[in-house]
């Protein structure tokens, strides 16, 4: 009895194309080629990570992140491979047949922030504010759209991407249409965006689940205390590896740029790294944070190096029982110490730098500039946005405006708001 989906109908794509007879590139190749010539991909060399992208050149941007947790994916993917070809039993029954190819898991890391707005989770957050009552806005939600209706490979289709990559980026298989003001997670935290996909993307999602089961399509869509409980197993290594990039790489510019004091990140990083290895001994593991606060980029760089490896190493695979399709039935997950460990490294980001007063400044700019552009357009979006009728062609006016703003790098929203506000600045023949 075969499975379904086969792996040749997730393959398929979403829309019609005309056959190329030549073609030798696989369907997962042609995904990732057609990401990395998009717009949206290279709009993010100009979008914040954690450090706005006006701070320097030498810190991460949202596309170095990209291109740091494709690498790291195909690390992870490397690594179960290796599973498989020794016949580890961490595989726990998946076969190798099932996991993704290479092209594959690059293409979904490189796609999985193409969707968030200019000046980071604060763009995001006044985003949402303004879209609450008219479908929402949330990053992994407006990358399913740029994929499948906004890129401009094809008339209409995005970059008419494969059944497999859309259920590899598809993070938080829920619409918005399940949340409301009462039962949903934002309860409380008005500014918070529930984690989904919008409602007007239904018919994709339907379309990339269609040749499952109707059992497991109801239970992958299950909500479960306010947030999405499944993803499939290109997504969860898609997952993981953004995980490791943001906890490992990004800490890098923090200990560079040295933005917090010294004993305080001496010991943060202590903590962290006796939760993987508390046998450590206190000679080995000052060395190591020495290595890692050094001004030696080389002696940092081989710690981070060793600190990746060491989470990639670890990756094992875990069953779902409630699924049969090997797609959905199989997750990665980082054992417990691992996890912790990297858990911690991620708060030193999350709790110690992106909450420091300096950075919230930052951040509350970038949603002031965000939310006063937007706000600006929506009077009359027909004359105050080049080309218009281009953006029409998905949903109503109010999404129309959300796309172009969310559209947006930093310094062109900076730009635009520039032109709308400061007097004397711009001119009538200025590039838009």
Request: contains cysteine.
């Amino acid at each position: 009895m075969s499975i379904k989906p086969s792996l040749n109908e997730l393959k398929e794509r979403f829309g019609i194309e005309p056959s190329k007879s030549k073609e030798i590139r696989t369907p997962y190749q042609r995904d990732r080629g057609r990401i990395i010539h998009s717009a949206s991909f290279r709009r993010l060399q100009t979008k914040t990570q954690v450090l706005g992208v006006g701070e320097g050149d030498f810190h991460r941007t949202r596309l170095t992140h990209s291109l740091e947790c494709a690498q790291t994916g195909y690390g992870l993917l490397h690594q179960l491979e290796h599973y498989a070809d020794s016949q580890s039993p961490k595989l726990r029954g998946l076969k190798k047949c099932w996991l993704p190819e290479r092209d594959l898991i690059e293409a979904c890391c490189l796609a999985h922030d193409i969707g968030h707005p200019p000046f980071g989770h604060g763009g995001e957050k006044l985003l949402f504010d303004r879209m609450r009552n008219c479908g929402g806005f949330e990053g992994n939600a407006q990358t399913l759209r740029i994929l499948c209706k906004l890129e401009k490979y094809t008339d209409g289709n995005g970059i008419n991407p494969t059944r497999r990559l859309i259920l590899g980026v598809l993070k938080y298989p829920v619409s918005y249409a399940k949340f409301s003001i009462e039962d949903s997670p934002v309860k409380g935290v008005p500014d918070k965006p529930p984690k989904c996909f919008y409602a007007e993307e239904q018919s994709i999602v339907n379309w990339a689940l269609e040749p499952f089961s109707t059992v497991e399509r109801e239970n992958f869509q299950t909500l479960y205390h306010g947030k999405a409980k499944y993803k499939t197993l290109d997504c969860s290594i898609m997952d993981l590896a953004d995980d490791i990039a943001y906890g490992v790489h990004d800490i890098e510019d923090i200990l560079a740029r040295k933005m917090l004091p010294e004993r305080k990140c001496r010991a943060l990083l202590e903590d962290a790294m006796r939760s993987a290895n508390p046998k450590f001994s206190d000679a080995t593991l000052q060395g190591t944070i020495d290595h890692l606060l050094s001004e030696d980029s080389f002696r940092r760089k081989q710690i981070i190096s060793r600190l990746v490896g060491y989470l990639i190493k670890s990756v094992e695979i875990k069953k779902i029982d409630k699924f049969k399709h090997p797609l959905l039935k199989y997750n990665v997950f980082l054992p417990e110490k691992a996890r912790i460990f990297l858990d911690k490294l991620k708060s030193i980001t999350l709790e110690h730098v992106a909450m420091e007063p300096h950075v919230q400044q930052l951040e509350r700019r970038g949603q002031y500039l965000v939310g006063k552009v937007f706000d600006a357009l929506s009077n009359d979006p027909h004359h105050l946005i080049p080309k218009w009728e281009t953006l029409n062609a998905h949903g109503n006016i109010q999404r129309n405006l959300c796309d172009y703003v969310a559209g947006m790098t930093d310094d062109y929203l900076e730009k635009v708001y520039s032109r709308l506000f400061v007097p004397g600045y711009g001119a009538s023949t200025d590039e838009l």
